[in-house]
């Protein structure tokens, strides 16, 4: 007995790929973003405006004078990113609350940021 192939046996597999490729991409998108997403919440505002005690603990971890400071809106309790220099060169950040609470730390050297690798 011979299988006759029918048409729409050929579009149904020219359809399952493309749509299973699609929804891959679909789902990684998320994952890809997720460290996107948190600087797109950040907002650069006057060092001034950050409580003290935040400004106090970014000095003691980053070891150094906080240059740049940013808002990051979404997080509660509210949490700043405060940036530096270090003696080394390096751009180094520690997200941190209004009471000196140290959330998180970056280290990133200044060619990097740049693009420079």
């Known amino acids: 007995m011979t299988h006759i192939r029918q048409e729409g046996d050929t579009m149904k597999n020219h359809l399952i790929i493309p749509l299973a490729l699609g929804a891959a991409f679909a789902l990684s998108g998320p994952l890809l973003a997720a460290s996107k997403s948190e600087e797109a919440r950040e907002k650069t505002v006057a060092l001034s405006s ?68």
């Open 50 to 117: 950050i409580p003290q005690a935040a400004v106090n603990a970014a000095k003691q971890a980053l070891g150094a004078d906080p240059t740049e400071a940013k808002i990051i809106n979404g997080t509660s309790p509210q949490q700043y990113e405060l940036e530096a220099k270090t003696a080394g060169g390096q751009e180094a950040a520690v997200h941190v609350r209004a009471d000196g609470t140290i959330v998180k730390r970056e280290t990133e050297s200044a060619e990097h940021e740049r693009g420079e690798h």
